[in-house]
């Protein structure tokens, strides 16, 4: 509750509700700690119209306001009264991991970036925060090709992990995102997110169940894994309404293929891009990149996630073959259940 109730006393939007994402119960979990939050900037609107997407739209949405980096970063004290009087929110929430995603904003220049990095210098500036928080941005592509500068940017603002979704393979792009969205230019705004800076972890999300081909799903990961993407998140498509697009079932497809070794890899029909499974083992790549440049710890310590990690269904360190495994196991979820609900970003 501690994170729903700043959120409102802030005015802050989430994708977590704007999307109707399945797991806001456990992610919101009031465990001291153990709590992931994702706050959505750049306004609740956006200008672009995916058809698997529960998040509002419109050509031309109000503009971000001016403070929204400033009540990101604190909000109203309970009570408080009287002239700014503020408690750091993010701090007050004693969480480990946070994730700042948005909207898509075509209507702004550079869609909306130098805006998307102020709120990350500001949250990332609270003396109060826990220095052991890590900070994750999952945005947009800042208008597509034209938006690399964007993409630096907020590559450059002091973030730990660089977040884009591919959303599908690549044959189904124009059916299920936005016709301005792209499969060669999402790859591209991971591939120049690592170049601007190598430090980053960066990360990307498929759903399953448009009517990809399993073949089709192991060229997206090994097209990801050629663009130096680490960790890879598969979900299944949930109809958040009749409004939005039917899900065939998968026809399945021909090919084999070992796809190359991964940081990272959850697969599961409820794994969203922003799912707390991937947050934990996160934070245990960023502290073992930081322990292995002091000499501090073995390299053979990488390969073993944080406490809880382990246990975590549908989630770990794999091999190819294991992640090849998994990502089977949720297509047969698919073929055998298709629920409605929620909508996974």
């Known amino acids: 509750m501690r994170i729903r109730n700043g959120l409102r006393a802030s005015k802050l939007a989430t994708v977590c509700e704007e999307a109707r994402c399945p797991n806001i119960g456990e992610c919101w979990s009031s465990k001291k700690g153990a709590a992931t939050a994702t706050i959505m900037v750049l306004g609740d609107t956006c200008t672009r119209g995916c058809r698997f997407c529960n998040v509002k739209t419109s050509r031309a949405p109000a503009l971000p306001a001016d403070d929204e980096p400033e009540k990101t970063a604190e909000a109203p004290r309970r009570g408080g009264g009287g002239r ?35 709120v990350v210098r500001r949250v990332k500036a609270r003396p109060a925060l826990k220095p052991s928080m890590r900070l994750e941005c999952l945005t947009p592509d800042f208008n597509g090709t034209s938006g690399l500068d964007g993409v630096a940017t907020v590559a450059s603002a002091g973030l730990d992990v660089y977040a884009h979704n591919i959303e599908t393979v690549e044959r189904l792009q124009g059916s299920v995102r936005d016709r301005r969205a792209g499969y060669r230019e999402s790859i591209g705004v991971l591939e120049h997110a690592r170049s601007v800076n190598p430090s980053l972890v960066t990360k990307t999300s498929i759903i399953l169940g448009f009517g990809e081909r399993d073949d089709e799903i192991r060229q997206t990961m090994r097209d990801m894994r050629d663009a130096g993407v680490e960790i890879f998140t598969l979900g299944q498509y949930l109809r958040p309404s009749r409004r939005h697009m039917k899900a065939p079932l998968p ?19 409820l794994v969203r891009s922003s799912y707390k499974a991937g947050e934990v083992f996160m934070e245990a790549i960023l502290r073992e990149r930081e322990a292995a440049q002091h000499g501090s710890r073995s390299g053979a310590e990488a390969a073993s996630p944080s406490d809880g990690a382990s246990s975590l269904p549908l989630s770990g360190v794999w091999t190819p073959q294991q992640g090849e495994e998994r990502a089977a196991r949720v297509l047969a979820s698919l073929a055998d259940s298709r629920p409605e609900g929620a909508c996974p970003l």
């Open 84 to 118: 700014g009087a503020a408690t750091r929110a993010i701090a007050s929430w004693e969480v480990d991991y946070v994730v700042i995603t948005s909207v898509d904003r075509d209507d702004i220049p550079d869609g909306g970036a130098s805006h998307y990095a102020r």
């Open 251 to 269: 026809p399945g497809g021909e090919g084999k293929g070992r796809e190359g070794w991964w940081w990272y890899v959850a697969s599961g029909p």
